[in-house]
Protein backbone atom coordinates (compact mmCIF):
# COMPACT_ATOMS: atom_id res chain seq x y z
CA UNK A 1 0.00 0.00 0.00
CA UNK A 2 1.38 3.37 -1.16
CA UNK A 3 1.46 5.44 1.84
CA UNK A 4 1.71 9.32 1.39
CA UNK A 5 2.08 11.95 4.29
CA UNK A 6 0.92 15.06 4.44
CA UNK A 7 2.78 17.78 5.95
CA UNK A 8 1.76 20.95 7.55
CA UNK A 9 3.90 23.79 8.04
CA UNK A 10 3.05 27.33 9.35
CA UNK A 11 4.77 29.52 8.01
CA UNK A 12 4.19 33.68 6.64
CA UNK A 13 2.62 34.56 3.17
CA UNK A 14 5.61 35.96 1.02
CA UNK A 15 3.50 38.34 -1.26
CA UNK A 16 3.13 41.46 0.20
CA UNK A 17 4.42 43.47 3.43
CA UNK A 18 1.73 42.18 5.63
CA UNK A 19 3.55 38.85 5.86
CA UNK A 20 0.41 37.38 7.25
CA UNK A 21 0.71 34.03 8.85
CA UNK A 22 -0.91 30.91 6.80
CA UNK A 23 0.10 27.37 7.40
CA UNK A 24 0.87 24.91 4.17
CA UNK A 25 -0.28 21.86 3.41
CA UNK A 26 1.48 19.27 1.34
CA UNK A 27 1.70 15.69 0.57
CA UNK A 28 5.33 13.82 0.46
CA UNK A 29 6.27 11.57 -1.67
CA UNK A 30 4.28 13.04 -4.69
CA UNK A 31 6.51 14.71 -8.01
CA UNK A 32 6.35 18.28 -8.16
CA UNK A 33 3.85 20.48 -10.52
CA UNK A 34 1.01 17.83 -10.06
CA UNK A 35 -2.33 18.43 -8.78
CA UNK A 36 -1.50 16.87 -5.49
CA UNK A 37 1.92 17.78 -4.88
CA UNK A 38 0.68 21.06 -2.82
CA UNK A 39 -2.91 20.17 -1.10
CA UNK A 40 -3.92 23.73 0.30
CA UNK A 41 -3.39 26.93 1.91
CA UNK A 42 -4.82 26.34 5.36
CA UNK A 43 -5.91 29.53 8.10
CA UNK A 44 -3.48 29.92 10.66
CA UNK A 45 -5.76 31.21 13.05
CA UNK A 46 -3.07 31.68 15.97
CA UNK A 47 -0.64 33.83 14.01
CA UNK A 48 -0.78 37.24 16.12
CA UNK A 49 -0.81 39.25 12.63
CA UNK A 50 -3.79 38.43 10.77
CA UNK A 51 -5.49 36.06 13.05
CA UNK A 52 -6.13 33.43 10.13
CA UNK A 53 -6.86 36.19 7.46
CA UNK A 54 -5.76 36.11 4.35
CA UNK A 55 -6.27 38.50 0.71
CA UNK A 56 -7.11 36.71 -2.29
CA UNK A 57 -3.42 36.52 -3.03
CA UNK A 58 -2.57 34.97 0.19
CA UNK A 59 -5.08 32.10 -0.71
CA UNK A 60 -3.10 31.56 -3.48
CA UNK A 61 0.03 30.73 -2.16
CA UNK A 62 0.03 27.33 -2.66
CA UNK A 63 -0.14 28.12 -6.12
CA UNK A 64 2.78 30.05 -5.74
CA UNK A 65 4.59 27.53 -4.41
CA UNK A 66 3.37 24.61 -6.98
CA UNK A 67 3.33 26.87 -10.30
CA UNK A 68 3.94 25.10 -13.29
CA UNK A 69 6.51 27.89 -14.74
CA UNK A 70 8.52 27.80 -11.40
CA UNK A 71 12.20 28.28 -12.36
CA UNK A 72 13.80 25.09 -11.32
CA UNK A 73 17.28 24.76 -12.98
CA UNK A 74 19.86 26.90 -13.87
CA UNK A 75 20.08 28.03 -17.34
CA UNK A 76 23.15 29.30 -19.38
CA UNK A 77 22.57 31.05 -22.66
CA UNK A 78 19.16 28.64 -23.11
CA UNK A 79 20.76 25.70 -22.10
CA UNK A 80 19.93 23.77 -18.73
CA UNK A 81 23.05 23.23 -16.59
CA UNK A 82 24.00 22.15 -13.48
CA UNK A 83 24.78 24.36 -10.46
CA UNK A 84 28.35 23.68 -11.25
CA UNK A 85 28.26 24.90 -14.81
CA UNK A 86 26.33 27.94 -13.96
CA UNK A 87 28.30 29.54 -11.44
CA UNK A 88 31.63 29.09 -12.56
CA UNK A 89 30.26 30.53 -16.12
CA UNK A 90 28.90 33.62 -13.99
CA UNK A 91 32.16 33.94 -11.98
CA UNK A 92 33.87 33.69 -15.33
CA UNK A 93 31.68 36.68 -16.70
CA UNK A 94 32.04 38.84 -14.15
CA UNK A 95 35.69 38.91 -13.92
CA UNK A 96 36.33 39.31 -17.41
CA UNK A 97 33.57 42.64 -17.32
CA UNK A 98 35.68 43.89 -13.94
CA UNK A 99 38.72 42.93 -16.17
CA UNK A 100 38.04 44.82 -19.23
CA UNK A 101 35.67 48.03 -17.96
CA UNK A 102 36.83 48.28 -14.11
CA UNK A 103 34.77 46.82 -10.84
CA UNK A 104 32.58 50.03 -11.11
CA UNK A 105 31.12 48.30 -14.61
CA UNK A 106 29.29 45.83 -12.56
CA UNK A 107 26.40 46.75 -11.01
CA UNK A 108 23.75 44.68 -8.34
CA UNK A 109 20.00 45.33 -7.69
CA UNK A 110 17.55 43.32 -5.83
CA UNK A 111 13.75 43.60 -4.84
CA UNK A 112 11.94 42.76 -1.90
CA UNK A 113 11.87 38.65 -1.95
CA UNK A 114 15.22 38.33 -0.23
CA UNK A 115 15.74 37.68 3.49
CA UNK A 116 17.89 40.09 5.97
CA UNK A 117 20.86 37.59 5.51
CA UNK A 118 20.44 37.27 2.15
CA UNK A 119 20.45 40.90 1.70
CA UNK A 120 23.64 41.24 4.22
CA UNK A 121 25.18 38.64 1.61
CA UNK A 122 24.34 40.40 -1.65
CA UNK A 123 25.88 43.76 0.14
CA UNK A 124 29.16 41.95 0.50
CA UNK A 125 28.91 39.82 -2.67
CA UNK A 126 28.74 43.68 -4.42
CA UNK A 127 30.99 45.80 -2.29
CA UNK A 128 33.67 43.28 -0.82
CA UNK A 129 34.31 40.60 -3.68
CA UNK A 130 33.09 42.34 -6.70
CA UNK A 131 34.28 45.39 -5.32
CA UNK A 132 31.70 47.37 -6.75
CA UNK A 133 29.87 50.59 -5.26
CA UNK A 134 27.48 49.84 -7.45
CA UNK A 135 24.79 47.43 -5.17
CA UNK A 136 21.26 49.05 -3.92
CA UNK A 137 17.70 47.90 -4.01
CA UNK A 138 15.38 48.82 -6.35
CA UNK A 139 11.63 50.10 -5.24
CA UNK A 140 10.41 52.41 -7.71
CA UNK A 141 7.15 52.49 -5.52
CA UNK A 142 8.03 52.80 -1.64
CA UNK A 143 11.91 53.80 -2.71
CA UNK A 144 11.47 57.23 -2.01
CA UNK A 145 9.46 56.77 1.17
CA UNK A 146 11.76 54.53 2.33
CA UNK A 147 14.79 57.10 2.06
CA UNK A 148 12.93 59.93 3.87
CA UNK A 149 12.18 57.07 7.06
CA UNK A 150 15.67 55.88 7.21
CA UNK A 151 16.53 59.35 7.85
CA UNK A 152 14.17 60.43 10.19
CA UNK A 153 13.79 57.31 12.40
CA UNK A 154 11.13 54.55 11.45
CA UNK A 155 7.87 55.00 13.61
CA UNK A 156 8.98 51.11 15.43
CA UNK A 157 7.91 49.20 17.87
CA UNK A 158 3.97 49.99 18.16
CA UNK A 159 1.55 46.32 18.13
CA UNK A 160 -1.25 45.63 15.70
CA UNK A 161 -3.24 44.87 18.52
CA UNK A 162 -2.89 48.38 20.00
CA UNK A 163 -3.49 49.76 16.75
CA UNK A 164 -6.80 48.16 16.63
CA UNK A 165 -8.25 50.16 19.89
CA UNK A 166 -7.03 53.62 18.32
CA UNK A 167 -9.90 56.59 18.18
CA UNK A 168 -8.54 58.04 14.64
CA UNK A 169 -6.92 56.86 11.56
CA UNK A 170 -5.57 58.56 8.65
CA UNK A 171 -5.58 56.74 6.23
CA UNK A 172 -2.84 57.90 3.44
CA UNK A 173 -4.01 55.95 -0.28
CA UNK A 174 -5.95 52.84 -1.41
CA UNK A 175 -4.58 50.62 1.76
CA UNK A 176 -7.77 48.39 1.56
CA UNK A 177 -7.05 47.01 -2.03
CA UNK A 178 -3.33 47.18 -1.58
CA UNK A 179 -2.97 45.41 1.51
CA UNK A 180 -6.29 44.06 1.85
CA UNK A 181 -6.05 42.35 5.52
CA UNK A 182 -5.20 45.48 7.16
CA UNK A 183 -8.22 46.64 7.03
CA UNK A 184 -9.73 43.98 9.88
CA UNK A 185 -7.51 46.09 12.32
CA UNK A 186 -7.93 49.63 10.59
CA UNK A 187 -12.24 48.34 11.21
CA UNK A 188 -11.84 47.51 14.59
CA UNK A 189 -10.68 50.39 15.09
CA UNK A 190 -13.15 52.60 14.01
CA UNK A 191 -15.91 49.82 15.05
CA UNK A 192 -14.92 50.26 18.42
CA UNK A 193 -16.35 53.49 19.63
CA UNK A 194 -18.84 55.91 18.04
CA UNK A 195 -16.66 58.34 18.51
CA UNK A 196 -13.55 57.10 16.75
CA UNK A 197 -12.53 58.48 13.26
CA UNK A 198 -11.90 56.72 10.01
CA UNK A 199 -10.40 59.93 7.68
CA UNK A 200 -8.81 58.71 3.92
CA UNK A 201 -6.63 61.22 1.90
CA UNK A 202 -7.09 59.61 -1.70
CA UNK A 203 -7.84 61.02 -4.89
CA UNK A 204 -10.06 58.56 -6.31
CA UNK A 205 -13.80 56.87 -4.57
CA UNK A 206 -12.13 53.93 -3.80
CA UNK A 207 -13.51 50.95 -1.50
CA UNK A 208 -11.46 51.86 1.54
CA UNK A 209 -12.60 56.01 0.96
CA UNK A 210 -16.26 54.46 1.37
CA UNK A 211 -15.68 53.40 4.90
CA UNK A 212 -13.96 56.77 5.50
CA UNK A 213 -15.85 59.24 8.24
CA UNK A 214 -14.22 61.81 5.90
CA UNK A 215 -12.75 61.60 2.27
CA UNK A 216 -10.36 63.95 1.64
CA UNK A 217 -10.32 64.30 -2.35
CA UNK A 218 -7.23 66.11 -3.28
CA UNK A 219 -6.42 66.71 -7.37
CA UNK A 220 -3.84 63.36 -8.35
CA UNK A 221 -0.63 64.51 -7.77
CA UNK A 222 -1.72 66.78 -4.63
CA UNK A 223 -2.02 64.78 -1.45
CA UNK A 224 1.41 66.07 -0.10
CA UNK A 225 0.29 69.47 -0.20
CA UNK A 226 -3.09 68.37 2.06
CA UNK A 227 -1.22 66.90 4.44
CA UNK A 228 1.03 70.29 4.50
CA UNK A 229 -1.46 71.94 5.10
CA UNK A 230 -3.20 69.65 7.80
CA UNK A 231 0.46 69.84 9.12
CA UNK A 232 0.73 73.37 9.39
CA UNK A 233 -2.90 73.60 10.93
CA UNK A 234 -1.99 71.31 13.49
CA UNK A 235 1.27 73.26 14.23
CA UNK A 236 -0.13 76.52 14.68
CA UNK A 237 -3.29 75.23 16.89
CA UNK A 238 -0.27 73.49 19.24
CA UNK A 239 2.36 75.19 20.65
CA UNK A 240 4.45 72.13 20.73
CA UNK A 241 6.47 71.15 17.67
CA UNK A 242 5.66 74.62 15.86
CA UNK A 243 9.01 76.51 16.01
CA UNK A 244 10.14 72.87 14.47
CA UNK A 245 7.60 73.51 11.54
CA UNK A 246 8.70 75.91 9.09
CA UNK A 247 6.06 75.34 6.40
CA UNK A 248 4.00 78.59 5.77
CA UNK A 249 1.46 78.31 2.64
CA UNK A 250 -1.10 80.40 2.01
CA UNK A 251 -3.57 77.78 3.43
CA UNK A 252 -6.39 79.09 0.62
CA UNK A 253 -4.24 78.98 -2.27
CA UNK A 254 -3.38 74.83 -0.96
CA UNK A 255 -7.36 74.58 -1.34
CA UNK A 256 -7.47 76.01 -4.48
CA UNK A 257 -4.72 73.91 -5.85
CA UNK A 258 -5.68 70.70 -4.02
CA UNK A 259 -9.46 70.99 -4.74
CA UNK A 260 -9.80 69.91 -0.51
CA UNK A 261 -11.67 72.73 1.14
CA UNK A 262 -9.99 74.64 4.32
CA UNK A 263 -13.17 73.35 6.26
CA UNK A 264 -12.22 69.61 5.36
CA UNK A 265 -8.44 69.99 6.03
CA UNK A 266 -9.53 71.47 9.25
CA UNK A 267 -11.46 68.68 10.28
CA UNK A 268 -8.72 66.41 9.81
CA UNK A 269 -6.76 68.61 11.67
CA UNK A 270 -9.00 68.84 14.69
CA UNK A 271 -9.89 65.09 14.42
CA UNK A 272 -5.75 64.16 14.88
CA UNK A 273 -5.36 66.61 17.45
CA UNK A 274 -7.94 65.87 19.66
CA UNK A 275 -7.33 62.14 19.55
CA UNK A 276 -5.47 60.44 22.57
CA UNK A 277 -4.01 58.35 20.20
CA UNK A 278 -4.32 56.88 16.57
CA UNK A 279 -2.14 56.28 13.09
CA UNK A 280 -1.18 57.90 10.01
CA UNK A 281 -1.24 54.74 7.76
CA UNK A 282 0.10 55.42 3.86
CA UNK A 283 0.13 53.20 0.86
CA UNK A 284 1.45 54.07 -2.23
CA UNK A 285 0.98 52.01 -5.16
CA UNK A 286 3.56 52.87 -8.29
CA UNK A 287 2.82 56.80 -8.96
CA UNK A 288 -0.85 56.94 -7.07
CA UNK A 289 0.10 59.54 -5.08
CA UNK A 290 2.47 62.75 -6.04
CA UNK A 291 5.68 63.40 -4.04
CA UNK A 292 4.78 60.22 -1.89
CA UNK A 293 7.91 60.09 -0.20
CA UNK A 294 7.49 63.76 0.70
CA UNK A 295 3.70 62.31 1.99
CA UNK A 296 5.30 59.90 4.20
CA UNK A 297 7.76 62.93 5.38
CA UNK A 298 4.66 64.59 6.24
CA UNK A 299 2.85 62.11 7.93
CA UNK A 300 5.54 61.38 10.27
CA UNK A 301 5.46 65.05 11.15
CA UNK A 302 1.99 64.87 12.01
CA UNK A 303 2.38 62.30 14.54
CA UNK A 304 4.79 64.55 16.52
CA UNK A 305 2.97 67.46 16.27
CA UNK A 306 -0.55 66.34 17.71
CA UNK A 307 -0.62 66.06 21.69
CA UNK A 308 -1.84 62.55 21.36
CA UNK A 309 -0.29 59.03 20.85
CA UNK A 310 0.03 58.77 16.98
CA UNK A 311 2.18 56.15 15.07
CA UNK A 312 2.95 56.57 11.51
CA UNK A 313 2.74 53.26 9.36
CA UNK A 314 4.04 52.79 5.87
CA UNK A 315 3.07 49.56 4.24
CA UNK A 316 5.66 48.80 1.53
CA UNK A 317 4.56 46.62 -1.58
CA UNK A 318 6.50 43.78 -1.26
CA UNK A 319 7.27 41.09 1.36
CA UNK A 320 10.89 42.30 2.77
CA UNK A 321 11.08 45.69 1.18
CA UNK A 322 11.63 47.78 4.10
CA UNK A 323 14.17 44.84 5.20
CA UNK A 324 16.36 44.38 2.05
CA UNK A 325 16.11 48.16 1.62
CA UNK A 326 18.01 49.03 5.11
CA UNK A 327 20.17 46.23 4.74
CA UNK A 328 20.98 46.98 1.57
CA UNK A 329 21.31 50.35 0.82
CA UNK A 330 23.38 51.60 3.94
CA UNK A 331 27.14 52.00 2.44
CA UNK A 332 29.56 51.06 5.26
CA UNK A 333 32.41 52.87 6.31
CA UNK A 334 34.69 54.91 3.76
CA UNK A 335 32.01 53.17 0.95
CA UNK A 336 29.86 55.43 -1.34
CA UNK A 337 25.43 54.94 -0.96
CA UNK A 338 23.95 55.07 -4.12
CA UNK A 339 19.94 54.04 -5.14
CA UNK A 340 18.92 51.88 -7.06
CA UNK A 341 17.57 54.14 -9.61
CA UNK A 342 20.54 55.51 -10.15
CA UNK A 343 22.43 52.36 -11.12
CA UNK A 344 19.75 51.90 -13.70
CA UNK A 345 20.09 55.03 -15.03
CA UNK A 346 24.11 53.82 -15.52
CA UNK A 347 23.06 50.89 -16.93
CA UNK A 348 20.86 53.04 -19.25
CA UNK A 349 23.77 55.22 -20.12
CA UNK A 350 25.78 52.37 -20.66
CA UNK A 351 28.04 52.59 -17.65
CA UNK A 352 27.05 49.75 -15.95
CA UNK A 353 28.39 46.67 -18.44
CA UNK A 354 27.20 43.11 -16.64
CA UNK A 355 24.18 43.34 -13.73
CA UNK A 356 23.38 40.85 -11.25
CA UNK A 357 19.49 40.89 -10.84
CA UNK A 358 17.90 39.28 -7.89
CA UNK A 359 14.47 39.04 -7.16
CA UNK A 360 13.49 41.86 -9.54
CA UNK A 361 11.92 42.22 -12.97
CA UNK A 362 12.91 46.38 -13.84
CA UNK A 363 10.72 45.63 -17.14
CA UNK A 364 7.41 44.89 -15.38
CA UNK A 365 8.85 47.79 -12.55
CA UNK A 366 10.03 50.85 -14.58
CA UNK A 367 9.26 49.48 -18.28
CA UNK A 368 11.03 51.40 -20.92
CA UNK A 369 12.17 51.03 -24.43
CA UNK A 370 15.50 52.39 -23.78
CA UNK A 371 15.86 50.29 -20.24
CA UNK A 372 14.91 47.08 -22.44
CA UNK A 373 17.33 48.18 -25.40
CA UNK A 374 20.30 48.84 -22.45
CA UNK A 375 19.35 45.35 -20.97
CA UNK A 376 19.84 43.79 -24.16
CA UNK A 377 22.91 46.05 -24.78
CA UNK A 378 24.95 44.38 -21.71
CA UNK A 379 28.16 42.12 -21.70
CA UNK A 380 26.60 39.82 -19.47
CA UNK A 381 23.31 39.69 -17.36
CA UNK A 382 22.37 37.18 -14.69
CA UNK A 383 19.14 37.00 -13.13
CA UNK A 384 18.27 34.90 -10.12
CA UNK A 385 13.84 34.58 -9.84
CA UNK A 386 11.44 32.08 -9.30
CA UNK A 387 9.02 32.53 -12.17
CA UNK A 388 9.66 33.50 -15.73
CA UNK A 389 9.53 37.52 -16.16
CA UNK A 390 10.29 39.95 -19.22
CA UNK A 391 13.68 40.27 -17.54
CA UNK A 392 14.38 36.76 -17.16
CA UNK A 393 14.17 36.32 -20.96
CA UNK A 394 17.24 38.55 -21.96
CA UNK A 395 19.40 36.60 -18.98
CA UNK A 396 22.79 35.38 -20.06
CA UNK A 397 22.63 32.89 -16.92
CA UNK A 398 19.53 32.22 -15.33
CA UNK A 399 19.37 30.69 -11.97
CA UNK A 400 16.05 28.95 -10.23
CA UNK A 401 15.09 30.98 -6.45
CA UNK A 402 13.30 30.15 -3.59
CA UNK A 403 10.40 31.82 -1.99
CA UNK A 404 9.83 32.88 1.33
CA UNK A 405 8.36 29.38 2.56
CA UNK A 406 10.67 27.22 0.93
CA UNK A 407 14.18 29.45 2.35
CA UNK A 408 13.39 30.28 5.67
CA UNK A 409 15.60 33.52 7.15
CA UNK A 410 14.62 36.53 9.24
CA UNK A 411 12.72 39.14 7.66
CA UNK A 412 11.69 42.71 9.06
CA UNK A 413 8.02 43.03 9.90
CA UNK A 414 6.26 46.94 9.58
CA UNK A 415 6.68 47.74 13.15
CA UNK A 416 10.66 47.10 12.74
CA UNK A 417 10.43 43.35 14.73
CA UNK A 418 12.15 41.17 13.09
CA UNK A 419 10.91 37.16 11.89
CA UNK A 420 12.15 34.07 11.92
CA UNK A 421 10.49 31.81 9.36
CA UNK A 422 11.83 28.41 9.31
CA UNK A 423 11.35 26.56 5.27
CA UNK A 424 8.28 24.76 5.51
CA UNK A 425 8.45 23.07 1.63
CA UNK A 426 11.27 22.30 -0.37
CA UNK A 427 12.35 24.38 -3.37
CA UNK A 428 11.07 22.99 -6.41
CA UNK A 429 13.86 20.77 -8.77
CA UNK A 430 17.41 22.24 -8.21
CA UNK A 431 16.02 25.79 -7.35
CA UNK A 432 18.05 27.11 -4.72
CA UNK A 433 18.08 30.07 -1.79
CA UNK A 434 19.50 32.75 -2.82
CA UNK A 435 21.69 32.53 0.20
CA UNK A 436 23.23 29.53 -1.17
CA UNK A 437 23.26 31.43 -4.91
CA UNK A 438 24.64 34.30 -3.36
CA UNK A 439 27.55 32.37 -1.66
CA UNK A 440 28.29 29.58 -4.54
CA UNK A 441 28.90 32.66 -6.62
CA UNK A 442 31.44 34.15 -4.20
CA UNK A 443 33.14 31.29 -3.68
CA UNK A 444 33.52 30.62 -7.14
CA UNK A 445 34.59 34.58 -7.85
CA UNK A 446 37.07 34.61 -4.80
CA UNK A 447 37.83 31.34 -3.30
CA UNK A 448 40.08 32.37 -0.49
CA UNK A 449 37.55 34.64 0.88
CA UNK A 450 35.18 33.92 2.93
CA UNK A 451 31.33 35.26 2.96
CA UNK A 452 29.52 34.98 5.85
CA UNK A 453 27.20 36.82 7.41
CA UNK A 454 25.58 37.27 11.06
CA UNK A 455 22.42 38.48 12.94
CA UNK A 456 24.74 41.06 15.11
CA UNK A 457 26.07 42.78 12.19
CA UNK A 458 22.62 43.00 10.34
CA UNK A 459 21.24 44.49 13.85
CA UNK A 460 23.90 47.04 13.57
CA UNK A 461 22.88 47.97 10.17
CA UNK A 462 19.47 48.48 11.40
CA UNK A 463 20.21 50.68 13.97
CA UNK A 464 22.95 52.63 11.86
CA UNK A 465 20.01 54.65 9.97
CA UNK A 466 21.09 58.39 10.41
CA UNK A 467 18.75 60.68 12.37
CA UNK A 468 18.18 63.78 10.34
CA UNK A 469 16.70 66.70 12.09
CA UNK A 470 12.89 67.91 10.63
CA UNK A 471 14.55 71.04 9.67
CA UNK A 472 16.87 69.72 7.55
CA UNK A 473 14.83 67.31 5.80
CA UNK A 474 11.80 70.46 5.47
CA UNK A 475 14.29 72.27 3.89
CA UNK A 476 14.73 69.74 1.14
CA UNK A 477 10.75 68.99 0.67
CA UNK A 478 9.18 72.93 1.01
CA UNK A 479 10.49 73.52 -2.81
CA UNK A 480 8.85 70.31 -3.92
CA UNK A 481 5.86 71.49 -2.06
CA UNK A 482 6.16 75.18 -3.43
CA UNK A 483 6.52 73.69 -6.95
CA UNK A 484 3.89 71.35 -6.77
CA UNK A 485 1.47 74.42 -5.54
CA UNK A 486 2.19 76.23 -8.94
CA UNK A 487 0.35 74.49 -11.51
CA UNK A 488 1.97 74.10 -14.90
CA UNK A 489 -0.51 75.54 -17.22
CA UNK A 490 1.10 74.44 -20.54
CA UNK A 491 0.71 71.03 -19.43
CA UNK A 492 -2.55 70.95 -19.32
CA UNK A 493 -3.71 71.95 -22.67
CA UNK A 494 -1.46 69.03 -24.69
CA UNK A 495 -2.38 66.32 -22.30
CA UNK A 496 -5.63 67.62 -20.57
CA UNK A 497 -6.46 64.28 -18.10
CA UNK A 498 -4.33 62.74 -15.47
CA UNK A 499 -3.79 59.45 -15.32
CA UNK A 500 -3.84 57.44 -12.23
CA UNK A 501 -3.18 53.93 -11.54
CA UNK A 502 -5.09 51.33 -9.58
CA UNK A 503 -4.59 48.42 -7.26
CA UNK A 504 -7.29 45.56 -8.36
CA UNK A 505 -7.75 42.31 -5.86
CA UNK A 506 -5.37 39.88 -6.64
CA UNK A 507 -2.59 41.22 -8.40
CA UNK A 508 0.26 43.05 -6.67
CA UNK A 509 2.48 45.47 -7.64
CA UNK A 510 4.16 45.26 -11.24
CA UNK A 511 2.48 42.09 -11.50
CA UNK A 512 5.73 40.00 -11.87
CA UNK A 513 3.94 37.36 -9.42
CA UNK A 514 0.79 37.89 -9.57
CA UNK A 515 -0.13 37.15 -13.48
CA UNK A 516 1.38 34.03 -13.56
CA UNK A 517 -1.43 32.81 -11.03
CA UNK A 518 -4.48 31.01 -12.46
CA UNK A 519 -6.97 33.35 -11.61
CA UNK A 520 -5.29 36.00 -13.35
CA UNK A 521 -6.19 36.28 -16.40
CA UNK A 522 -9.91 36.26 -15.07
CA UNK A 523 -9.20 38.70 -12.62
CA UNK A 524 -8.32 41.61 -15.01
CA UNK A 525 -5.62 39.56 -17.11
CA UNK A 526 -5.22 42.46 -20.03
CA UNK A 527 -4.74 45.99 -19.55
CA UNK A 528 -7.74 48.68 -19.91
CA UNK A 529 -8.32 52.02 -18.99
CA UNK A 530 -10.90 53.20 -16.87
CA UNK A 531 -13.03 56.32 -17.45
CA UNK A 532 -16.13 58.14 -16.30
CA UNK A 533 -19.42 57.81 -18.49
CA UNK A 534 -19.84 61.38 -19.27
CA UNK A 535 -16.01 61.45 -20.35
CA UNK A 536 -17.23 58.64 -22.30
CA UNK A 537 -20.15 60.67 -23.52
CA UNK A 538 -17.85 63.42 -24.63
CA UNK A 539 -15.11 61.62 -26.69
CA UNK A 540 -18.20 59.65 -27.70
CA UNK A 541 -16.50 56.28 -27.55
CA UNK A 542 -18.58 53.35 -26.14
CA UNK A 543 -17.73 50.52 -23.45
CA UNK A 544 -14.96 48.17 -25.04
CA UNK A 545 -13.94 50.41 -27.58
CA UNK A 546 -9.99 50.92 -28.27
CA UNK A 547 -8.78 54.48 -26.66
CA UNK A 548 -5.48 55.92 -27.46
CA UNK A 549 -3.56 56.73 -23.86
CA UNK A 550 -0.19 59.12 -24.73
CA UNK A 551 1.77 60.76 -22.35
CA UNK A 552 5.00 62.80 -23.19
CA UNK A 553 6.58 59.36 -22.51
CA UNK A 554 4.33 56.75 -24.81
CA UNK A 555 1.07 55.68 -26.01
CA UNK A 556 -0.69 52.94 -26.08
CA UNK A 557 -4.25 51.62 -27.06
CA UNK A 558 -6.37 49.79 -24.38
CA UNK A 559 -10.11 49.42 -24.32
CA UNK A 560 -12.10 51.50 -22.54
CA UNK A 561 -14.47 50.49 -19.67
CA UNK A 562 -16.53 52.78 -17.50
CA UNK A 563 -16.26 53.81 -13.83
CA UNK A 564 -18.67 56.37 -12.53
CA UNK A 565 -16.29 56.80 -9.40
CA UNK A 566 -13.72 58.74 -11.37
CA UNK A 567 -13.88 62.40 -10.76
CA UNK A 568 -13.36 64.79 -14.22
CA UNK A 569 -10.41 65.18 -15.77
CA UNK A 570 -9.03 61.76 -14.69
CA UNK A 571 -8.61 58.27 -15.50
CA UNK A 572 -7.36 55.23 -14.47
CA UNK A 573 -5.77 51.85 -15.28
CA UNK A 574 -4.79 48.69 -13.62
CA UNK A 575 -0.88 49.20 -12.19
CA UNK A 576 0.25 45.57 -13.06
CA UNK A 577 0.67 46.10 -16.24
CA UNK A 578 3.71 47.56 -18.21
CA UNK A 579 1.65 48.50 -20.59
CA UNK A 580 0.05 50.93 -18.08
CA UNK A 581 3.53 51.77 -16.73
CA UNK A 582 5.29 52.61 -19.94
CA UNK A 583 3.37 55.89 -20.07
CA UNK A 584 4.80 57.35 -17.04
CA UNK A 585 7.82 59.42 -16.89
CA UNK A 586 10.90 58.74 -15.28
CA UNK A 587 11.65 61.65 -12.42
CA UNK A 588 14.76 60.51 -10.45
CA UNK A 589 15.03 62.96 -7.81
CA UNK A 590 18.16 64.03 -7.62
CA UNK A 591 18.20 65.36 -3.61
CA UNK A 592 17.90 61.33 -2.81
CA UNK A 593 18.32 59.22 -6.01
CA UNK A 594 14.76 57.60 -5.80
CA UNK A 595 12.15 57.66 -8.55
CA UNK A 596 9.42 60.05 -7.77
CA UNK A 597 6.81 58.76 -10.26
CA UNK A 598 2.81 60.25 -9.51
CA UNK A 599 -0.09 60.39 -11.42
CA UNK A 600 0.71 61.38 -14.82
CA UNK A 601 -1.17 63.87 -17.58
CA UNK A 602 -2.28 62.38 -20.62
CA UNK A 603 -4.07 62.79 -23.37
CA UNK A 604 -7.29 60.20 -24.38
CA UNK A 605 -8.13 59.65 -28.30
CA UNK A 606 -9.81 57.78 -30.71
CA UNK A 607 -7.05 55.77 -32.93
CA UNK A 608 -6.66 57.13 -36.17
CA UNK A 609 -8.41 54.67 -38.76
CA UNK A 610 -5.41 52.68 -40.84
CA UNK A 611 -5.87 53.47 -44.58
S1 LIG B 1 -2.55 41.06 2.60
FE1 LIG B 1 -0.46 40.65 1.83
S2 LIG B 1 0.47 39.27 3.32
FE2 LIG B 1 -1.74 39.25 3.69
S3 LIG B 1 -2.48 37.50 2.54
FE3 LIG B 1 -2.65 39.30 1.20
S4 LIG B 1 -0.74 39.35 0.02
FE4 LIG B 1 -0.43 37.98 1.76
Redesign the pocket.
Known sequence: MAVTKVNRSKT??P??????G?ILQWKHPSPRFSENSIASVDYDAENAI?EG???????A?AELVEHPLRLDAPVVNGQQVDWDKALGQAATSLKKVAKKHGPEALGVLAGGGLTLEEALLLRKLGREILGTQNVAPYFPDDGAVFHYLSRLGWDDGFRLEDLQKRQVMLLVGDVFME????SKRVLRAKYKDRQHRLLVIDSANTQTAAFAHEHLRPRPGTEALVLAGIAQMVSEAQSKGARDFSLKFDLEAVAQRTGVSQHKMGAVASALSSASDGAIIQSNLYGRQGLHGACALLGHALTRLVPGKLTFVHLPVLWNGRGVYQVLSAAGKGQRAISGPQIMEMVMEGQIRALLLFGLDPLSATPSKKLASALKKLDFLLVADVLPTNSTSLAHILLPAAIGPEKGGQVLYLNGDGQEIEPAVPPPGLARPEREIIAGLAQRISPNQELSGTTAEIEKILKGDKKTSWTEIFGEVEPLLVKRLSAEEREKTAYPLFLVPAAVPAH?GDGSVTRHFSWAQKVCGAPCVWASPSLMDELNVEQGAQVQVSSKVNQALFPLASDDSLPKGVISAPAHFPEVRRLFSWNLDSRHGELEIGPERVLLSQPKERS
Open positions: ICVCSLQDLNSLCPRGNVHPVIL
